[in-house]
């Protein structure tokens, strides 16, 4: 391994920071770490590290760990030159490759009194980007909060990211060289065929989005679909959509907490990717809203995400600016959940792999529109989404996180399941 240490000065930042980062690490760099004063330190034939500013080093200081490097890299005060994606792999390695962490005790005296100083500070105001939210935890006023800081961001910004369907859920790849438009038609259809959806079946979709499985199981299926959101934005886009296709008598779209819905029972029940925002408290609300809400003997699909048993929630970074008060589990704890709320389940079918691909898709999309994303949201938002497309990523593909299709029934008074014990989807 090469060390640089470019610059008039003897060592630099780049010398005093070294001892600390492979003490925190437990080993050398795996990147190339480049700072305000000129000096380097890393492997030369790495991603590199850019930080710009002692700003970066005082939002480390009072935000350790992921929130602190993300609000220095949506404020430019910390930059990547090469491939960023490469250069989380690479530290994350670091950090999973060590036995455990060491004590603030033991760093401290690594770091150079100098350091110190330019790191020392109030703590500094938080990105503008960062969500601010107000009021207890997952209140309805507090959810269509949440909702609002992420969805409502402009259906113009996420018809830039997303495919004409505007599906902001995994996909489903079932051929080498799909296209993200066809492999997110292949997870509706395959939504679609769990459900068992005929002609003229009634439909709740729940948090329905831009309306992407709404109205695919009105146009192709012949469903009767009720979908709803809590963001006005979607609900304008979807209704838009649908008076466009001529399903208005086919599609009813409502601005509508789940908690709020009424008696009305529907043939089958879909929720894509929704049940992470509800909350680990209002979790067991949310499933029986589910099972409430379906006939006797019909199904309901819930697709969602999920995390390790030893990283529950949504993440620092994901919580403060992507998705405020996320929530997610392992797998079987929703399956529990769901099943405590009197649904049986029939299948669980894990999708991580595919939610790489569908974060990839997004990914490049989103760079060759980069300049128009700019200039829609700014610098600021643009980078964390960037932010959010590979770290997201990377997360399925190392498998931090995964996301499933749970399949369940409300079973009938006398205990019969209107489904086939042998299927194929």
């Not at 697709?303 to 392992?330: K, L, T, V, W």
């Not at 999708?351 to 569908?358: F, G, I, K, Q």
Request: net charge negative; charged share 25%; aromatic share 8%.
């Amino acid at each position: 391994m090469t060390l640089l240490h470019d610059g008039p000065s003897t060592g630099g930042l780049a010398a005093q920071v070294t001892p600390v980062a492979q003490a925190v690490l437990g080993t050398e760099l795996p990147i190339r770490i480049r700072f305000w004063d000129g000096t380097e330190v890393g492997p030369a034939d790495t991603p590199a590290l850019v930080v710009r500013s002692p700003r970066a080093l005082r939002r480390l200081l009072w935000h350790p760990g992921e929130l602190g490097l993300a609000q220095a890299y949506v404020t430019g005060e910390i930059d990547v030159e090469g491939d960023l994606a490469d250069g989380f792999r690479r530290v994350w390695k670091a950090f999973r490759d060590r036995d455990s962490s060491p004590a603030l005790s033991q760093l401290a005296p690594r770091v150079p009194l100098g350091l110190v100083r330019q790191a020392l500070g109030t703590p500094l105001p938080p990105p503008d980007t960062q969500a601010r939210l107000r009021g207890r935890l997952h209140t309805r006023r507090r959810d269509r909060d949440a909702i609002a800081h992420h969805y409502d961001l402009s259906n113009e910004f996420y018809q830039l990211v997303l495919d004409p369907h505007m599906a902001y859920s995994c996909a489903y790849f079932t051929e080498p060289g799909q296209s993200l438009e066809r492999a997110q038609e292949a997870k509706l259809d395959l939504v679609c065929r769990k459900l068992g959806i005929e002609p003229g079946q009634s439909l709740l979709d729940v948090g329905c989005g831009w309306g992407s499985l709404s109205l695919h199981a009105a146009r192709v299926y012949g469903a009767q679909v009720t979908g709803i959101t809590l963001s006005a934005q979607q609900a304008e886009f979807v209704r838009e959509r649908v008076h466009r296709q001529g399903l208005s008598d086919r599609v009813t779209v409502k601005l509508l907490d789940y908690r709020e819905l009424g008696d009305e029972l529907f043939d089958a029940v879909a929720s894509l990717e929704m049940g992470e925002h509800v909350g680990q408290a209002n979790y067991p609300v949310y499933a029986a809203t589910l099972h409430r809400m379906v006939r006797p003997g019909g199904r309901v699909l819930v697709q969602q995400m999920s995390r390790g048993a030893h990283r529950p929630g949504g993440g620092a970074f994901i919580e403060a600016y992507i998705a405020p008060d996320m929530h997610m589990r392992p797998v079987g704890e929703t399956v529990a959940m769901l099943e405590q709320a009197g649904l049986e389940v029939r299948d669980v079918h894990g999708l991580r792999e595919h939610y790489v691909w569908t974060a990839q898709a997004w990914y490049e999309q989103f760079e060759e529109r980069y300049d128009q994303v700019v200039k829609m949201v700014g610098e600021e938002m643009a980078r964390v989404w960037r932010l959010y497309l590979v770290g997201g990523g990377l997360a399925f593909e190392e498998g931090r996180m995964g996301v499933d299709q749970i399949l369940s029934v409300r079973r009938t008074p006398d205990g019969t399941i209107a489904m086939p014990a042998v299927r194929e989807f």
